[in-house]
C-alpha cells in the first residue's frame, strides 16, 4: 500500500472515523471487554482520578472516558476530530456530567493552541496514538498545558504483539504422544513505521489507517518535552476469559498483551 502524507493520511483517517461513528458507538457503547478488563483497571491505577481534578480526554471517541471519569467526579475536557463521534458523545451524556466536549485535530498545532489556556491535573489518551497520523504536535502540547507533576496516561495495542502485521496462530501436535495446542503471535514488523488500514471493530462500514510506531518512538517523544515514564502496564486477558471468536484475543492468549498502558509525567 503506498504511504500517504501525514495530511492525506490524516484526511483519510478523519473520513474513516466520521464513516464508521454510527456503527463504533453502536457497537462500543460504554465499553466492552478490551475497556473493563484491560483498559479501565490499568487507567485507574495509573491516572489516580481524584473529585475535583481537570483531566483532559484526548481522542475521546464517543466520551465512554470522559463519562467514566466524570463520574468520578472530575471535571473532563474531551476532544476528538470526529464531529460524528462528538455528537454521540454529548448524546450520551447526562446533563449533570461535567464534561466539556471540542472537535479539535491533534495534528493540527493551532487546534490544540485551543487548549492552551488549561491547565490539566492530567490528561488521558486511550487507544488512539496509534489512530493519529502525527502524535508530535499531541505531545508537545501536553508539556505545556498539564500541570507540573502532571500525569499524561496512554493506552496503546500493544506494538510488539498487536499491531496490524499481528497473526494469531493456534498449533496442534502429538509428536510425544499427547495432543498439545499452542497460541502464538507472529509478527513481521515491529522496528519501522507504518501505516496500514485494519479494524477496530469487525464488520465496521470502513476499514481505518492505523500507524504503527515502536514504543520508543513514544517513550523518546515524551522524554524530549520533559516527561519521564513513571508507569508501565501489559495488559493480558485473565486465561478464563473466554475469545468472541476462536482465534480473537481472550484468555486462551494470556501469555500475550494486546494492551499496554503508560503514565508519563511531568517534573514537580
Ligand atoms: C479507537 S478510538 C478510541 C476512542 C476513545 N478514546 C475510547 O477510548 O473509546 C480512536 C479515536 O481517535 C480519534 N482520532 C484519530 N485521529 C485523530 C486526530 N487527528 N485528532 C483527534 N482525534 C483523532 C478517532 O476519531 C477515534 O475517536
Not at 32 to 41: A, G, H
Not at 191 to 218: E, I, K, T, V, W
Request: hydrophobic residues 45%; charged residues 20%.
Amino acid at each position: 500500500m503506498p504511504t500517504l502524507d501525514t495530511r492525506r493520511a490524516n484526511m483519510e483517517t478523519l473520513a474513516a472515523w466520521n464513516a464508521n461513528a454510527a456503527s463504533w458507538d453502536a457497537k462500543m457503547g460504554e465499553g466492552n471487554d478490551f475497556v473493563e478488563i484491560l483498559q479501565w483497571p490499568a487507567i485507574l491505577r495509573l491516572l489516580n482520578p481524584q473529585p475535583g481534578q481537570h483531566i483532559l480526554d484526548a481522542a475521546c471517541g464517543n466520551g465512554l472516558m470522559a463519562r467514566r471519569l466524570a463520574a468520578l467526579e472530575a471535571s473532563v475536557t474531551a476532544f476528538d476530530f470526529s464531529s460524528n463521534l462528538i455528537d454521540y458523545a454529548r448524546q450520551r451524556t447526562p446533563a449533570e456530567y461535567p464534561i466539556a466536549y471540542y472537535v479539535l485535530d491533534a495534528t493540527e498545532p493551532t487546534d490544540l493552541e485551543s487548549l492552551e489556556h488549561f491547565q490539566f491535573d492530567s490528561a488521558l489518551c486511550n487507544m488512539a496514538l496509534f489512530d493519529i497520523a502525527t502524535v508530535e504536535p499531541l505531545f508537545h502540547t501536553l508539556a505545556q498545558i498539564l500541570k507540573p507533576d502532571g500525569a499524561f496516561v496512554f493506552t496503546l495495542m500493544h506494538p510488539a504483539f498487536n499491531n496490524p502485521t499481528s497473526i494469531h496462530l493456534l498449533e496442534e501436535s502429538d509428536l510425544s504422544g499427547e495432543v498439545i495446542t499452542q497460541y502464538a503471535i507472529k509478527s513481521s514488523r515491529y522496528m519501522s513505521q507504518f501505516q496500514a488500514y485494519g479494524l477496530a471493530l469487525r464488520n465496521q462500514p470502513r476499514p481505518q489507517l492505523y500507524f504503527h510506531r515502536p514504543l520508543d518512538y513514544y517513550l523518546n517523544l515524551g522524554f524530549q518535552d520533559g516527561f519521564i515514564l513513571d508507569g508501565l502496564e501489559e495488559r493480558a486477558f485473565p486465561p478464563e476469559v473466554p475469545a468472541a471468536n476462536p482465534l480473537s484475543w481472550g484468555g486462551q492468549f494470556h501469555e500475550f498483551p494486546p494492551v499496554l498502558a503508560a503514565r508519563m509525567r511531568l517534573p514537580r
